[in-house]
């Protein structure tokens, strides 16, 4: 079917469109719901093929737009929602003035003549940290729907274009975008009680079973590149340093601190030692004042989270990175840290210290095994891999963590530690998250802070706690 073919055939039902989704609102709905959770209260959003406007009515953004190249469907939009903001337009052809944050294309990319053409359009409304999402049916639901509108259950529409989620991704690929989630959801459309709940919201969740889901996500991120020397003095950075019982490592982190970005801040925050480390911080303070920009504290909470958002709250650069005190991540490999994030790269920069080898007393074998444990259940609870998220070295934009903190408000205050608060966070807030290698080395001063079997019965009960908050949803 033509273009002006498929114009004619949606401008025909939609005055059924809005009857016949309410029938269907169980399907619908969850995709509603899916879009939503990543969706901060503070975004922009633009709704390609927005058709009546269910889905866009009840995200819950600062600013939404919609366009449909249906005259009539863009009509009942109105009629529906009288201050939604709707217009006929092509996505061929957009014609906007303004970026948004998030651009959301569902169940639309069968339907259009030249895929490409129109995600590449997508970033002319785009700025460096636009999000995509795109839902569709599964190609393996293809037989079903077709035999679905035969008896009549589903409206009859036009053919389409049926593609794997690795399909997409090249698309995506092709047109500029850096795809960095795949997600799954709902393998019983049909909403009959207790059935439906165990079959979408246990079930379709699990290995294997989640493979015949019917809708498939592609979560993307636009690629901008940009020259090495801009991105070498593109922002200021802050590095928070937690120290605690770390008296003998506080000179090398100073003197072994490359330069970040157009400036670099360094922020040492002290808990309840029981060696000189505050001493040590404040003495170095006085001796690196004239060559390094340092700020310290000292805080009576215990655990690293409350000495990380010390420093968090207290820095003032665009970019903040955790370093730990004991440099087993040497300071050194900032500089990767800093290149992934303000090249565009991520938003997100992870640690993981399990892809080279390790020197020989850096890591017990029970806390290795305890770190493939703790990275297989985070690559199932936020659908993409991860190798090691317990790796204290953590970066992000400060613009970010400002809007995790407000996003405290639905997981709560549930981590001593801080690394799942913020990779928790950092997915919620549908950042692109990404792993970057380090060596990991053996310590030169002190001993671990970290008790296995306490701490780790800890962190499994915070597995389970997320896995309600994201998983299960």
């Known amino acids: 079917m033509m273009h002006n073919d498929k114009k004619t055939y949606f401008n025909s039902i939609a005055p059924k469109r809005i009857k016949q989704r309410r029938a269907k609102r169980y399907y619908w709905n969850d995709i509603t719901k899916y ?15 927005c058709g009546t406007g269910e889905l866009l009515n009840e995200l819950k953004a600062k600013h939404k737009v919609g366009i449909d190249f249906s005259e009539e469907m863009i009509v009942q939009a109105k009629m529906q ?57 599964s190609f393996i639901w293809e037989p079903v729907l077709k035999f679905g509108e035969f008896i009549g ?49 246990f079930l ?50 100073l003197v072994r601190m490359p330069v970040l970005g157009n400036s670099t801040e360094l922020i040492f ?16 303070k006085i001796k690196f004042d004239a060559t390094h920009n340092i700020q310290c504290f000292k805080i009576s909470e215990n655990g690293k989270n409350a000495a990380v958002r010390k420093g968090f709250e207290m820095a003032r650069g665009e970019v903040l990175m955790i370093l730990d005190a004991d440099l087993t991540v040497a300071p050194e490999d900032l500089t990767k840290f800093y290149e992934a ?30 770190n493939k444990f703790f990275s ?23 613009k970010d963590y400002r809007k995790l903190i407000i996003n405290r408000k639905f997981f709560g205050d549930f981590d001593p530690f801080g690394d799942f608060d913020l990779l928790f966070g950092a997915h ?20 671990t802070n970290i008790s296995r079997f306490k701490h780790g019965f800890i962190l499994l009960k915070m597995c389970f706690f997320a896995a309600r908050k994201i998983k299960f949803i």
């Open 81 to 137: 929602f009288p201050e939604l903001d709707v217009r006929v337009m092509d996505a061929e052809n957009l014609n906007l003035n303004e970026q948004f944050d998030v651009i959301i294309l569902s169940n639309l990319i069968g339907y259009l003549d030249d895929i490409q053409k129109v995600l590449t359009q997508l970033k002319s409304v785009s700025h460096s940290n636009t999000k995509i999402i795109i839902s569709y049916y």
């Open 428 to 447: 919620k807030l549908n950042l692109c998250i990404i792993e970057l290698p380090v060596r990991y080395h053996e310590r030169t001063y002190g001993r």
């Open 341 to 370: 994030i303000a090249s565009g790269k991520g938003d997100f920069i992870n640690g993981s210290r399990l892809v080279y080898p390790m020197e020989k007393e850096a890591m017990r074998f029970l806390n290795r095994v305890g």
């Open 376 to 398: 297989n259940t985070f690559s199932w609870l936020l659908d993409q891999r991860f190798k090691d998220t317990l790796c204290g070295t953590k970066v992000m934009f400060k």
């Open 153 to 201: 259950y589903k409206t009859k529409t036009p053919n389409q274009n049926w593609l794997s989620l690795a399909e997409i991704n090249n698309i995506l690929y092709l047109s500029g975008f850096h795809v960095y989630r795949n997600s799954r959801r709902m393998i019983f459309p049909i909403y009959i009680p207790l059935i439906s709940e165990f079959m979408n919201g």
């Open 35 to 49: 879009c939503n959770y990543f969706i901060h209260e503070e975004s922009s959003v633009l709704e390609i093929g």
């Open 204 to 253: 379709a969740k699990m290995p294997f079973f989640r493979l015949f889901s019917i809708n498939n996500f592609s979560f993307a991120k636009n690629i901008q590149p940009e020259r090495i020397e801009v991105i070498e003095k593109k922002y200021s950075v802050s590095v928070i340093i937690p120290a605690r019982n770390e008296s003998g490592n506080i000179e090398n982190a």
């Open 269 to 284: 925050v002290e808990s309840n030692s029981t060696d000189d480390t505050w001493k040590k911080i404040q003495e170095l």
